[in-house]
């Protein structure tokens, strides 16, 4: 059984805790650290092993073979190091660091190591991501929209974009890093921010949203616009659309990809329908590709058997992969800072 633990027992880390309770075929949980003992204590009474305040003392006592790093964005550097030093894998949340040179710096000693190590970009696990990528494969797609609008989470670090790294880093990362996995990199960002809409939350200290315009490396064009100011469930939103020049892709993320202008398509898993529930023909509405899978679950899952197993071959989010997605998220925010383009690879030199 390998031996796991978590640091960090906020609400990812609870999410993750009810993934790994139902891997007691290949895993033993040994450890739930907290800095708030109360929280540590909750989660390790609920899995039956020990609470540490402490992280350094926990890998001394439990001696985990693998952990899951779930702390907010600015708390990143020590552990990851202190956890290479002792060559554990481990998991970690994104985004996995607000300072690229500290990211940089913990990369090229995961990389020194050959240590196994996954990003928490779970929606490249999902069903969909096949059929988003083979659309991207068939097709010419110049241009990509992307929407993610909601309202302010609850935990006190979000509020403030020093310490979260604003919306766009630490949301809307999923949907940056889900346009990279289906359709290649980005090369430049142009992006603007704006605030003053949210006018009621105490300590409220980030952007409200913001827009950015993005060329990418094959020449795909991209807008991606993100706020927290929606108050509504009616004014909530999150999608991609992928337009091609004969058909066009429209993706809800985790949930469903809807395509518009496809005559037909072989039917998988008994989970591609038309608009009208039969096979085939799409029009107006399209043809649907539900998803099927916890993506979660299984992206949890390909990490403890790529520990096991030694073989990180299917992890689909390595730190270094990860690494690139918050790079886009901060030249956008670089961008934002100085009115300008900028391009990534002059940003992650
Ligand atoms: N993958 C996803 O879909 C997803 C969803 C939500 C959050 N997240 C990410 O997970 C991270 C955590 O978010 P959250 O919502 O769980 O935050 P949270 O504030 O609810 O929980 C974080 C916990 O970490 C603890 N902590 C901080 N420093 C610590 C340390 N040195 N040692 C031990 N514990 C420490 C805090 O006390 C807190 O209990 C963020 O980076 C966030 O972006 C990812």
Known sequence: MLKVAMIGCGGIGYYHLGHLKQYGDIIELVGMCDIISEKAEEYAEEVGCKAYTDYKAMLDDAKPEAVFICVPPDCHGEIENDLIDRNIPFFVEKPLALDIALAKQIEKRILEKNLITAV??????????????????????????????????????????????????????????????????????????????????????????????????????????????????????????????????????????????????????????????????????GTVIQNSVDAGLVCDRTFLEAVISGDGSKIRSPYSDGLKSVAFGLACNKSMETGLPVKISEFLK
């Open 120 to 285: 928490g970009f779970q929606c490249r696990y999902d069903s969909l991501a096949e059929h988003v990528k083979a659309f991207a494969e068939k097709n010419t797609v110049p241009f990509i929209d992307c929407t993610r609008f909601g309202g302010v989470p609850e935990q006190e670090w979000w509020k403030v974009k020093e310490r979260s790294g604003g919306q766009l880093v630490e949301q809307t990362v999923h949907q940056l890093d889900y346009i990279r996995y289906a359709f290649g990199e980005p090369d430049t960002v142009f992006s603007m921010a704006a605030r003053g809409y949210v006018t009621d939350i105490e300590g409220f200290d980030t952007d409200d949203l913001s827009a950015t315009v993005v060329r990418f490396e094959n020449g795909t064009l991209a807008t991606i616009a993100t706020g927290c100011y929606a108050k509504s469930g009616d004014c909530f939103d999150s999608k991609f659309i992928f337009s091609a020049p004969d058909k066009r892709g429209e993706m809800h993320l985790l949930s469903k990809f809807e395509i518009f202008g496809e005559v037909e398509q072989e039917k998988e898993d008994g989970f591609l329908i038309s608009g009208d529930g039969g096979m085939g023909g799409a029009s107006d509405e």
